[in-house]
């Protein structure tokens, strides 16, 4: 599939950008084009929450940052709960592990200066994390474009009923919409 072309970074500053959709259709890569317009536009003090996993099965996946100029990164070793998990209890368990992890970078990113904040795979954290919490990191940065996953290829069950009622929640409160 072709590569998405991004708005003009001009469009989205100051602005909170949701990028939704299924596995595999590119919301990272075009989240990582928007930072490259971004940095190349002159935008300071970059944040890149990267709450993807590593690459499992052909799914996810961390946001590649060389090459694109300085970017803070706060990363954690996050775990894909539906993809390694083998029962609903332990799915729960991983998800809840990783909410426990991104709560540590939400600290962390509360006292970071920043003008503009992107996050790879926020579905991850509201899989089990605090849609109210993560707002309030988010909401007094200028400018935020974030993507996750919004779709059905990896079942339903709790878990993703909950990332799905999050999703649409956190979709509802932002500014621009880019579903893919």
Do not use: H
């Amino acid at each position: 599939m072709p590569p998405i072309e991004p708005p003009p970074w001009e469009d989205l500053r100051g602005l909170k950008t949701c990028i939704a959709g299924e596995v595999n259709t590119g919301k990272t890569r075009l989240l990582r084009r928007i930072l490259a317009a971004a940095l190349a536009a002159g935008e300071r003090e970059v944040v890149l929450l990267d709450l993807a996993p590593e690459r499992t099965r052909g799914i996810g996946g961390k946001l590649e940052v060389a090459g694109l100029g300085e970017v803070q990164v706060l990363t954690a070793p996050i775990k894909p709960p539906r993809l390694l998990g083998r029962t609903p209890q332990e799915v729960l368990a991983l998800a809840r592990n990783n909410a426990r992890l991104i709560e540590g970078l939400l600290r962390r990113l509360e006292v970071s200066p920043r003008g503009a904040v992107f996050v790879n795979d926020v579905s991850l954290y509201l899989q089990a994390g605090d849609l109210e919490r993560l707002w309030r990191v988010l909401e007094p940065v200028p400018s935020v474009v974030l993507n996750g996953y919004y779709g059905r290829s990896l079942g339903g069950g709790e878990l993703g009923e909950r990332e799905r009622r999050a999703m649409q929640e956190l979709m509802s409160r932002c500014q621009r919409l880019i579903r893919l």
